[in-house]
């Protein structure tokens, strides 16, 4: 399961918060570790020595340009931050998020992605729109703002927990005829990146037939993103969705009728 869970740092400006991360994750048993548009060098002499042996993490790690090169693979990200600044989102505490990993793991290929923001600004509202989830560590209101690190080390130590549970579980084995729909689900979650190409598709359609203008957005995407996110359609319902915006667009292309 700690194998399936990415650790994602966008912006990042610190070279000694890069090696503390490192850290932290090997401390936990997580070695995926993704960086997004990184503005210090994860691989210098500062980072190495804050990695205090899990520098080979830091070795590991990859650089991309986007929250979606790094998530596209994943079938569920959660962002960290205190709350989206501009529409309620689904909110976890630590460890309901711990509880829900062995359940979001258990398919086929199945990863997750926990995105932490840049240590001055956090992460951006659009950053946090492309989340299924967003958790909140609940500190101390009146000292609230965590350490980069030390919010990693945080969400690493309840996905260890969730790992350590789920080990040692001796839950009764569950049958078929204990569950209407079949033990497994009959398609694998919907992709992140499935879901961006879904929402471009979608925004294109509601453009084409003038129900959404894009200079006066009133949130409409970031409300429709929020509804598809947080019914995690599968990799079917997602072709069904696209299926049926083509066939709009066709139907809009055509000459009118009689």
């Known amino acids: 399961m700690l194998d399936s869970i990415r650790i994602v740092l966008i912006g990042t400006s610190h070279p000694g918060n890069l090696g503390g991360t490192a850290r932290a994750m090997k401390n936990m048993g997580l070695a995926d570790l993704v960086l997004v548009a990184p503005r210090s060098e994860h ?131 569950v049958t078929e005829q204990d569950q209407p729909f079949g033990v497994a689900w009959d398609n694998p979650p919907a992709s992140h990146a499935d879901l961006e190409r879904f929402f471009e598709h979608l925004e294109r359609v509601l453009i084409d037939v003038e129900f959404h203008d894009p200079a006066k957005p009133r949130h409409l995407m970031a409300r429709l993103r929020r509804l598809y996110l947080r019914a995690r359609p599968d990799q079917m319902e997602v072709n069904i969705l696209r299926g049926m915006l083509s066939a709009v667009q066709k139907r809009c292309s055509e000459p009118p009728r009689g």
Do not use: K
Request: charged share 20%; aromatic share 4%.
């Open 43 to 173: 691989r210098s002499a500062e980072a190495i020595s804050r990695a205090s042996g899990a520098d080979t993490i830091l070795a590991a790690a990859r650089c991309v340009e986007s929250l979606e090169d790094a998530v596209g693979d994943c079938s569920l990200v959660v962002g960290a931050s205190a709350r989206s600044r501009t529409l309620p989102w689904p909110m976890l505490t630590p460890r309901q998020l711990g509880e829900r990993l062995p359940s979001e793991l258990a398919g086929e290929g199945a990863r997750v992605a926990l995105v932490f923001g840049r240590e001055d600004s956090g992460l951006t509202n659009a950053e946090l729109q492309r989340c299924h989830a967003h958790v909140h560590i609940p500190s101390n209101p009146d000292f609230s703002s965590l350490n980069l690190v030390t919010a990693v080390q945080v969400l690493s130590y309840e996905c260890r927990l969730a790992w350590l549970a789920a080990e040692h579980s001796e839950a009764p084995e």
